[in-house]
T-cell receptor, first 113, second 114 residues
Framework: NAGVTQTPKFQVLKTGQSMTLQCAQD?????MYWYRQDPGMGLRLIYY???????DKGEVPNGYNVSRLNKREFSLRLESAAPSQTSVYFC????????????FGNGTRLTVT | GEDVEQSLFLSVREGDSSVINCTYT??????LYWYKQEPGAGLQLLTY?????DMKQDQRLTVLLNKKDKHLSLRIADTQTGDSAIYFC??????????????FGDGTTLTVKP
């Protein structure tokens, strides 16, 4: 049982380049999330999807877009990468938005030069 | 706004008990969680407590909840070097009332010395 799978594990981009981070879960969860983790700032929510067909902004959505492709997959796109987006990105899923724990992927370490 | 706070670092000797503390502000939280993050990995759910409970024990882990003071603690008995990790306190997402705000603390880095 794979749980939450993220690809790629590592990525280096030049400023201005675009890329999409992929995330898939096989637990039949309704809700999915994208977080970024930076030293001294904990986990910050970028976007979330309460259920298939819906997406909403989190705490730090600027510079990102998301797509809930189907119930399993939730992708995060950087249209024009900036050095401030250098971070570790985590995808997570949960049964529902409220009162259910999050299951995390192993993260994508992104460096923007 | 809603917030979860933890001390950033804790260092203990192998075999001692570790106590990681957390305070939160959302009194409507139904569940409170502890997650563990090992180097290079994502967060994994360690344990949780329902808000109408005072204590929950699970093998070496004891969670204490003081709802009046909004204080949560995680005690690890007989701490081992394999317990070295970052521990995150989190409250159950209340997205509808707290849209866009992360409900995780910044994490406590536990270092266990042999």
């Amino acid at each position: 049982n794979a749980g939450v799978t993220q690809t790629p594990k590592f990525q280096v981009l030049k400023t201005g380049q675009s890329m999409t981070l992929q995330c898939a879960q096989d637990m039949n969860h309704n809700s999915m999330y994208w977080y970024r983790q930076d030293p001294g700032m904990g986990l910050r929510l970028i976007y979330y999807s309460a259920s298939e067909g819906t997406t909403d902004k989190g705490e730090v959505p600027n510079g990102y877009n998301v797509s809930r492709l189907n119930k399993r997959e939730f992708s995060l796109r950087l249209e024009s990468a900036a050095p401030s987006q250098t971070s570790v990105y985590f995808c997570a899923s949960s049964v529902d938005l409220e009162n259910s724990p999050l299951h995390f992927g192993n993260g994508t370490r992104l460096t923007v030069t | 706004g809603e917030d979860v706070e933890q001390s950033l670092f804790l260092s203990v000797r192998e075999g001692d008990s570790s106590v990681i503390n957390c305070t939160y502000t959302d009194s409507s939280s139904t569940y409170l969680y502890w997650y563990k993050q090992e180097p290079g990995a994502g967060l994994q759910l360690l344990t949780y407590i329902f808000s109408n409970m005072d204590m929950k024990q699970d093998q070496r882990l004891t969670v204490l909840l003081n709802k009046k003071d909004k204080h949560l603690s995680l005690r690890i008995a007989d701490t081992q070097t394999g317990d070295s990790a970052i521990y995150f306190c989190a409250e159950s997402p209340a997205i509808n009332t707290n849209a866009g705000k992360s409900t995780f603390g910044d994490g406590t880095t536990l270092t266990v010395k042999p």
